[in-house]
């Protein structure tokens, strides 16, 4: 029976690893992820998840426990936070580079030093550039739901590249909500189990992962940037047909909303999008024809659906929890971007907030779009990067 | 399963996702070739103690019926540890075209 449970989204995301019907888990503790595995051990010792649960000694070797695992075919799950996540760099690439369709929630947290252990999406940035697929979500409902996705889409073999759940500590990961959690059968329908194309097997020797000339190796690199493309296509369709199984959408590649008539769009990511939603609905009531645009996908970049909105507003403002150093918010960066050899490009504004987990409410992004909506009246945005509410 | 190719692929459609390779001799190359000098087993000092092949970091010593050594020159790179190893010199390291 399908039932509704209040739980934090690190307890979700362990419920949806059961409801993928999951075969391995590589476990290792890290705050603020230990949550996840540490339920995933429960739900195996009492027999109600049906699989194997390695405990390693570092995240470099979770890593490399569900690429083994992955190659040899069966479906596989870890998760990891901040510098456990950095620590898996290498074995990140290997993993997506020997195509395995690996998935992973990732427990967004500062890196140190300071020592912080609070929302930051400077963990996972660091890594978008391993050819992984990424996801950032809103709310506890859709780590579920995206979880499930996840599983399908990667595992289609037009992807077959591993993907991270992204989700904001303790905001999301030890925040309680009402979820959703449909029935087994279900979801069992939609999410058949996972059909390798090729696995480790003694009766029918293989290897992957081995040396390829310069004379090939950049073909495998540009069936990789196919897979990216592939995704873009496949993934507003995976969700819809979530939608329709489960009653559950969460707008594909940009959760988008009021955006139809809205002069200036808000581009946010994870909570933030959601806190924007709020800010919308009050700004409008203010005569502020204000809009948000939500990017649940920063890998592949859905540059494309960008471009589409601008079409028709007169300024983007990009709010990021986390900045390339040197150089902008990840979000304006790659809005720019998306937007260059374009005609009649809409202004960008970017603004970083909420760095080390410090809130970014609807009332700071109030702000953020009344000083956005100042600059696109007089036609000009008179400072790139802001910092919100910085010390002076 | 996906088909295993033991042909070399001529254009991208036919190349696999990722790297896959069956187990063929020298399918990376026969490192053999590298090898100034030759282990080469006098079989009748051989006492088939099996240090030689317990020793050999490429795996390139097979252990016979009789357990004495069976060298794959595909493979050996001629590092000499099995003459080194063996306790009654039944291995001498000969160079190469002599």
Not at chain 1, 44 to 62: F, T
Not at chain 1, 129 to 134: A, I, P, R
Not at chain 2, 12 to 21: D, F, N, W
Request: hydrophobic residues 40%; negative net charge.
């Amino acid at each position: 029976m399908a039932q509704t449970v209040i739980d934090t989204a690190n307890h979700i995301a362990a419920y949806a690893a059961k409801a993928a019907r999951v075969q391995v888990i590589a476990a290792y503790p890290i705050t603020p992820q230990t949550s996840i595995v540490e339920r995933i051990a429960e739900l195996v010792e009492n027999g109600e998840l049906d699989a194997e649960y390695v405990r390693v000694e570092s995240e470099h070797s979770a890593m490399s426990a569900c690429i083994g695992a992955a190659a040899a075919g069966v479906r596989t799950f870890t998760a990891t936070a901040s510098h456990g996540l950095v620590l898996m760099h290498e074995p990140l690439h290997w993993a997506s580079g020997s195509r395995l369709p690996i998935v992973m929630p990732v427990v967004n947290r500062t890196l140190g030093p300071g020592w912080n252990i609070w929302a930051d999406y400077t963990d996972s940035m660091s890594q978008r550039d391993t050819g992984w697929l990424q996801f950032y979500c809103a709310d506890n409902q859709e780590v579920f739901d995206t979880i499930i996705q996840a599983y399908k889409l990667c595992e289609d073999e037009r992807v077959l590249l591993p993907v991270m759940i992204c989700l904001e500590a303790f905001i999301l990961s030890h925040t309680y909500m009402p979820v959703r959690i449909p029935d087994q059968d279900k979801i069992d329908d939609f999410l058949p189990p996972y059909k390798p194309k090729w696995f480790l097997d003694i009766d029918n020797p293989l290897s992957h992962a081995n040396i390829v000339s310069p004379e090939w190796y950049m073909e495998f690199r540009y069936m990789m940037q196919e897979a990216m493309e592939n995704a873009k296509q496949l993934i507003p369709k995976i969700d819809k047909e979530y939608g329709k199984y489960f009653g559950f959408e969460h707008g594909g590649l940009i959760d988008k909303y009021k955006c139809e008539d809205a002069d200036l769009i808000l581009l946010t990511m994870g909570t933030i999008g959601s806190e924007s939603k709020i800010a919308v609905d009050n700004l409008r009531k203010e005569g502020l024809n204000v809009g948000s645009a939500r990017v649940r996908v920063f890998r592949p970049f859905p540059k494309e659906e960008i471009r589409k909105l601008a079409e028709n507003t007169q300024m983007f403002t990009t709010i990021d929890r986390g900045i390339s150093f040197g150089m902008e918010g990840f979000l304006a960066e790659e809005t720019k971007a998306s937007l260059c050899n374009q005609e009649d490009q809409p202004l960008i504004a970017g603004f970083i907030a909420g760095l080390g987990g410090r809130d970014v409410t609807f009332k700071n992004i109030e702000k953020i779009a009344k000083k956005s909506a100042e600059w696109m009246r007089r036609g000009r945005v008179e400072k790139e990067t802001v910092w919100v509410d910085l010390r002076e | 399963m996906v088909k295993l190719m033991v042909v070399v692929p001529k254009t991208r459609k036919e190349m696999p996702v990722t790297t896959l390779s069956v187990p063929t001799i020298g399918s990376a190359g026969k490192t053999g070739f590298w090898r100034d000098f030759r282990p080469v087993v006098d079989y009748s000092k051989c006492t088939g103690c099996t240090l030689c092949w317990i020793y050999c970091p490429d795996g390139a010593i097979t252990r016979q019926e009789d357990d004495s050594p069976k060298i794959d020159y595909d493979y050996c790179k001629g590092c000499g540890i099995c003459a080194n190893e063996c306790p009654v010199k039944a291995i001498t390291m000969q160079r190469e075209g002599e």
